[in-house]
């Protein structure tokens, strides 16, 4: 009988939303369990990453993960990235956004692996270099609502690249995904790779790093959610593949060349179904 012991499940970090100390009420670091039961039933063991005032003990965590996942929440300050505060901007607490920049940061130099959901798919590609969209409606005028105020389980098609990850999640299985974003990628960062739009609208739903050295990966919708569904989830099995692979070969798993995306084939009847007009009374600050 061997005496191996088999290879230890990747450990993937979290970053954590966080509700600020308030009325004498001690500040909250807290994650939704979709998140933690979405890494786990990809097979790796979630590990979380607490705003921590010595960010010096996150640095020491980061020893011993094989990737994180940062998850999504409220809106990145635009003022700290050289612009204005749109009047729809609802900025996540300032001490999230500071330690979450400093985390991706630090993420980054190290090159280890990441998936990044919603606001942390921003995150990544404005500290990557890219920019972002402030407000769909006003800077995509023609863009089909990514969110809607009244229905949590809110779903929109996909345009998805061949040869991407997103590819290898979907196939050529009709894509429909949880969306719930008011802000979005405008120019993807250098080094990044738009694997998937929303169809009609162009908007960009998901970026894949070109780095040999880096697995990175970010999706603006939300396969954690209630809305979400296994195929969607099957992101996480897929990113925790990846990082068993990277971490034998320090190499990105996820390489592939873009080809010429096909025109959508969705009719403008089918359209008008599956993206009502937009309802101006139900404009809100988005997840």
């Not at 994650?31 to 990809?42: G, R």
């Not at 921003?122 to 023609?142: C, M, R, S, T, Y």
């Not at 169809?199 to 999706?219: C, F, H, K, R």
């Not at 996480?236 to 320090?250: A, S």
């Amino acid at each position: 009988m061997s005496s191996r012991r088999p290879q230890r499940k990747p450990r993937i970090g979290l970053n954590m939303a966080y509700k600020p100390e308030r009325n004498d009420v001690q500040g909250v670091s807290y994650i939704f369990e979709s998140y933690t039961n979405s890494v786990a039933e990809a097979g790796a063991i979630p590990d979380l990453l607490p705003l921590c005032c010595n960010f010096d003990v996150i640095l020491e965590k980061l020893d011993d993960l094989d990737g994180i996942v940062f998850v999504g929440g409220g809106d990145l300050d635009p003022r700290n990235d050289g612009y204005m505060l749109h009047p729809y901007t609802r900025p996540m607490p300032s001490e999230r956004e500071k330690f979450d920049r400093a985390l991706m940061r630090e993420v980054a130099r190290r090159r280890l692996p990441v998936l990044a959901i919603g606001v942390g798919m921003q995150l990544l590609n404005v500290e990557q270099g890219g920019a972002l969209f402030l407000h769909i409606p006003d800077d995509v005028p023609h863009a089909f609502p990514h969110r809607d105020a009244l229905d949590p389980y809110h779903r929109h098609g996909l345009v998805i690249e061949k040869n991407s990850l997103l590819d290898r999640v979907y196939g050529e299985n009709d894509v429909r995904v949880a969306s719930a974003h008011h802000m979005a990628v405008d120019d993807v960062a250098p080094n990044f790779l738009v694997s998937a739009r929303c169809p009609g609208d162009n908007v960009v739903e998901a970026i894949e790093s070109t780095y040999e050295d880096w697995l990175a990966v970010g999706v603006q919708f939300h396969p954690e959610s209630i809305a979400a569904s296994v195929l969607d989830r099957r992101i996480f099995h897929e990113f925790v593949k990846g990082v068993e692979e990277y971490r034998q070969t320090g190499r990105n798993p996820f390489l592939w060349t873009p080809v010429k995306p096909e025109r959508s084939q969705i009719s403008e009847k089918s359209r008008k179904n599956l993206y009502p007009t937009r309802d101006a009374s139900s404009e809100i600050t988005l997840i």
